[in-house]
């Protein structure tokens, strides 16, 4: 479920709440909001906690989506960066060609192959 989604979600329990007469302060509805939440959001919980004047709702409404957008730019980094290191380079030498042959291979193989190396 989308952070969104789930914002809306605690939303309606709050107004459902509300409408037989249980009314949330900002406090109690932020606590809701930061009980149901994974462990990606465990340091905004920590350093919004630590504010010493509180935040609204809407504060921390805003301040969760505009951080679920850096988890999602940061997963998609690392997924990236994963893929990389997956990538593998074969620098395997084949005894059958000749040593000029094998360099070839190498530079053919090497994401930084050797440039104006033919002489040696």
Same mark, same amino acid.
């Given at each position: 479920?989308?952070?969104? $989604?789930?914002?809306?979600?605690? $939303?309606?329990?709050?107004?459902? +709440? ?5 009314? +949330? ?12 939440? *994974? /462990? ?9 906690? @630590?504010? &010493?004047?509180?935040?609204?709702? %809407?504060?921390?409404?805003?301040? +969760? ?5 850096? &988890?999602?730019? @940061? ?9 990389? %290191? $997956? ?5 395997? &030498? ?8 094998? &360099? %070839?291979?190498? /530079?053919?193989?090497?994401?930084? *192959? %050797?440039? /104006?190396?033919?002489?040696?």
């Amino acid at each position: 479920m989308s952070l969104n $989604k789930y914002l809306l979600k605690v $939303k309606q329990t709050v107004d459902l +709440l509300a409408s037989v007469g249980e009314t +949330l302060n900002d406090r109690d509805h932020i606590s809701a909001i930061f009980k149901g939440l *994974p /462990n990606e959001y465990d340091t905004f919980i920590i350093s919004s906690n @630590t504010r &010493i004047e509180g935040y609204t709702v %809407a504060e921390i409404e805003a301040l +969760l989506l505009a951080s679920e957008s850096r &988890i999602e730019k @940061t997963d998609q980094e690392h997924e990236i960066s994963a893929n990389l %290191a $997956k990538t593998e380079v074969d620098y395997s &030498i084949d005894p059958n060609l000749d040593f000029e042959a094998n &360099i %070839a291979q190498y /530079n053919r193989n090497s994401r930084y *192959p %050797a440039q /104006n190396r033919s002489n040696f």
